[in-house]
């Protein structure tokens, strides 16, 4: 089993449109955005290129914190005290939001949260960022009983949450209708390009608008700098059913890339495991499935695994996300960079975007202004970049023949066919499908995908299914046919 199926609710944009503002993106973030602007009289439209939750919101794992994922330590040395307690408190609001707008289907419930170690040699460094908590507004307890298998201490932190976000992304697109926003489906919209777009073209029309905001996870711009400050990165989700009830409660380890855990039923017999993150197109797919798979079954006693998928996510090059106006634009706004805590960062950006967008100061502006000097090492930004380079020399080395006989089904490569480059799959169905390797977007070279059936562009983590279609990322238009 793999992530539920989303069937359209909005009809497709044809011909003119015209708006205040053009959200594009139908997750977590557009919807929160487009809900917070109608909330203050803004005349809003939503284009989605798939269906509303189809992108990463729908495959998230649900756990609602404000526990930063650079730990607390980190924050406050990147914002100072001030800095890091106002993007918690954002964060905490965020959650409490979030829990307004839900109703019963969103499954929503207060839990605590619990980061903890499985290192003895870890007791200092969980021990200062347990004391940095609680000054960035925490409201944080130390724990020598972590209530989760091998754990040797950490710190629990109150009044977190656990939501099912497919529900919560279709309560939005609800609210969003009822209080008169305009969403289309199946509309994929071109990216803005100019220092001041007026009207953008989606695949069955144009729309008008004063003002535009990218939520579409990753950058969306033609700025090449924020391009490079947020790899794609693929994380991993298990469902197992096991033996033991899991208590009520979200749970992440210090080991990195994290593992984070949470009961997925009420009884806490069906736990959800998330982890083994890589960059998109640059791991070992199968490798790291198993991989979590084992981390789970060493601590559960896993009576069978239940359904088994992975998103995407973008991961800022400081460690914290972009929000605000795109530099050298006059009304091109984005929120990306979200890592793995977009739930809450996607739902604070919306307040943000709105405030900035009426000309209000917000405490976080400069911080995550998608024009500011990342707080960062530049050796971190250039070892981030190395995929993509060594991606685009493949472009040149020279290239195995493809065999297609002996290609079985579920299995794909890129290789020479007929003397060129070729993306070569046999589906699950055992159709067969050639394709050119090179990613629509900025030209980056394929990777197939076993786990998703996908083609995958390790340069900015575009994705495209089997037989060549558009599926996630940047890229706008479906692969070639060979
Ligand atoms: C496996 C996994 C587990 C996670 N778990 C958690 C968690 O427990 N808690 C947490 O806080 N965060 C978690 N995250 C991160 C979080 O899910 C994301 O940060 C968040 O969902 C991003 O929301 P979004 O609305 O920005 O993007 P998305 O949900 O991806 O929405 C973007 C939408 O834009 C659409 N789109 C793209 N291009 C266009 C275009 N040109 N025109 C129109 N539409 C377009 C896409 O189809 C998509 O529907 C997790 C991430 C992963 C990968
Ligand atoms: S080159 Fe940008 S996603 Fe492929």
Redesign the pocket.
Known sequence: MRRRSINQQFPLLTGDHQTDVLV???????LSTALELLSRGVKVTV????TIG???????????DAHPEQGPSRLIEQLGAEGAKSLTEARLRAIDLIEKRCDESCSFGRVPAYFYTERRENLDAICNSFQDAKKIGLDANWMENVPISRAIVGYQINHMAKID?LAYVKRLAALVAEYGGRIFEH???S?PVEAKPSSLQTSGGTVAFDQVVC???CN?TNSQRLYLQTPAYQ???IAAKVRAALPDALFWDDSDPYH?VRRATADGRTILV?GQDHRTGNGDEPVALRALESWTRERFDVEEIVSQW????FEPSDGLPFIGKVAGTENVWI?TG?????????TVSASMIADLMEGKQHPLEDHLSPARTPIGSVSTVVAEQLPAAMNFAQRIWPAQSVDVEQLSAGEGTVGKLHDKHTAVCRDQTGCVHKLSPICTHMGGVLRWNPVEQTWDCPVHGGRFAADGKRL?GPP?TDLDEA
Do not use: F
Request: with cysteine.
């Open positions: 594009i993106g139908g997750g977590i973030t557009g284009c989605e290129a798939n189809a992108g990463t919101t729908g495959g998230s794992s649900g756990h609602l976000c509309t994929m919209v990216g939520a579409v996870h969306y994380s991993y989700v984070y998330g992975s998103a995407e996510l929120a979200l890592s793995g805590i977009g739930l809450t960062l996607g996630y706008e």
